[in-house]
């Protein structure tokens, strides 16, 4: 009796240690079960809200001519890459794509990625426009929603959006250089215009860029020096191509046009010692320069760019043709400015050259180089849609039949 006893002991006692046990285990599992499903939730809610918030980017960048097909979220897509996502295209809205013209780039961006990190919870489009304040942008986008609301379903409105959203997409590039002041070469408007970082714009001029098989390339770099006087090194196939024939008719041509002939180390070379018959666009070892002076092809000021391309701005010798001539593509690649004195000045910061300069044309001057303060920023860019100062909408001629 006393041996049943204690076996039943034993056995209620081993009872609630297995009852203790499994309840545990029931317990943890529900516990776990509870966890999991919590963690189900906040992950189906923090999915929701990254497609929500990816959603509205997405809206907005809509809303300023950005593509935002490439954003599309897929059915089976993480939060991860949601986030990635929403990021580069947060990334895109302040800082636009490179424009595919570009041919150079020298100037070193200067990209902030550390505020999308900050909007990862909540889409604020304050935080995406804070850097966005540059006034022929707003005055573009403006348009853009004009044209978009009352053109649906034209084709030659549908053009004309895609037009402005190129140069949209320019003008965001310009902040990953975060400039103070720069100057923007629009080759279809033939003109320059010099903004700061709220778009104010200074010394309005007009430019002669390159003709149609002799364009200007897009880039951006800027300014290095400033040269007075300075000497035009003919390019090798304007030496070759154009002036040989007509030196190899008559000799004088080099005289009348005060080219200098140079050898290989750069000493001048009497031109009556030259048999001119016996060269060509192949051979040809000399280089040809022109005398510096107020029939120097490049006028009296040349703005150094920096670029492999032998691309520069500079004054000319014919400066009627701003006035009497509406054809501003007529150079061999670089760009004529009209206003090449007070440009300097303003590069320079302060007046070097006095308003007489243009009109003294002393002789036989050697050019003179003249450091810039800093570094002056160039865009040369090539958009159809632009606004002008007063705001208004202009489309200009497709020069290069770069448009399609």
């Not at 897509?77 to 780039?105: H, N, W």
């Not at 002041?181 to 010394?203: H, M, S, T, W, Y």
């Not at 003919?234 to 190899?248: D, R, Y």
């Not at 180390?265 to 010692?273: I, L, Q």
Request: aromatic fraction near 10%; charge should be positive.
């Amino acid at each position: 009796m006393e041996n049943r006893k204690i076996w039943i002991g034993v056995a209620v006692l081993a009872g609630l240690i297995v009852l203790f046990f499994v309840g545990r285990e029931l317990v943890t599992w529900q516990q776990k079960k509870q966890v999991a499903k919590q963690d189900q939730q906040q992950a189906a809610q923090s999915l929701a809200q990254a497609k929500q918030s990816l959603h509205q980017v997405c809206q907005y960048a809509d809303s300023v001519g950005i593509d935002t097909s490439r954003y599309a979220v897929t059915g089976t897509m993480a939060i991860d890459e949601i986030t990635k996502k929403a990021a580069q295209l947060m990334m895109e809205v302040r800082y636009g794509k490179k424009p595919s013209r570009i041919e150079f780039s020298g100037l070193p961006e200067a990209i902030d990625s550390s505020w999308v990190a900050k909007m990862d919870t909540a889409f604020s489009a304050t935080d995406l426009t804070r850097d966005l304040s540059f006034t022929p942008y707003n005055q573009l986008v403006k348009h853009y929603s004009r044209l978009r609301s009352q053109g649906k379903g034209s084709p030659a409105v549908a053009d004309s959006l895609r037009l402005i959203r190129q140069t949209l997409n320019f003008y965001r590039y310009i902040n990953r250089f975060d400039p103070d002041k720069f100057v923007v070469v629009n080759i279809p408007a033939g003109e320059l215009n010099v903004f700061d970082r709220k778009g104010q714009r200074f010394l309005p001029m007009k430019v002669v860029a390159g003709k149609k098989d002799k364009r200007t390339p897009c880039m951006t770099t800027y300014i290095k020096d400033i040269v007075a006087y300075p000497y035009w090194n003919v390019p090798k196939s304007i030496a070759t191509k154009e002036m040989l024939p007509k030196i190899q008719k008559n000799v004088s041509f080099l005289s009348s046009q005060n080219l200098q002939v140079l050898d290989s180390r750069d000493r001048e070379v009497d031109p009556d010692e030259i048999d001119w018959e016996s060269l060509s666009e192949t051979n040809f070892p000399y280089r040809i320069r022109q005398a510096s002076g107020c029939d120097n092809s490049l006028g009296l000021i040349k703005f150094d760019l920096e670029n492999p391309l032998a691309i520069y701005l500079h004054d000319t010798n014919g400066r009627d043709i701003f006035t009497l001539s509406d054809d501003r593509w007529r150079s061999h690649g670089c760009v004529r400015v009209q206003k090449p004195v007070e440009l300097a000045n303003f590069v320079l910061g302060k007046q070097t050259f006095d308003a007489g300069f243009m009109n003294r044309c002393l002789i036989d001057q050697k050019p003179q180089t003249l450091a810039i303060p800093k570094r002056f920023p160039v865009f040369i860019t090539y958009n159809i849609a632009d606004v002008d100062a007063a705001g208004r909408l202009h489309f200009y001629n497709d020069v290069y039949g770069l448009g399609n």
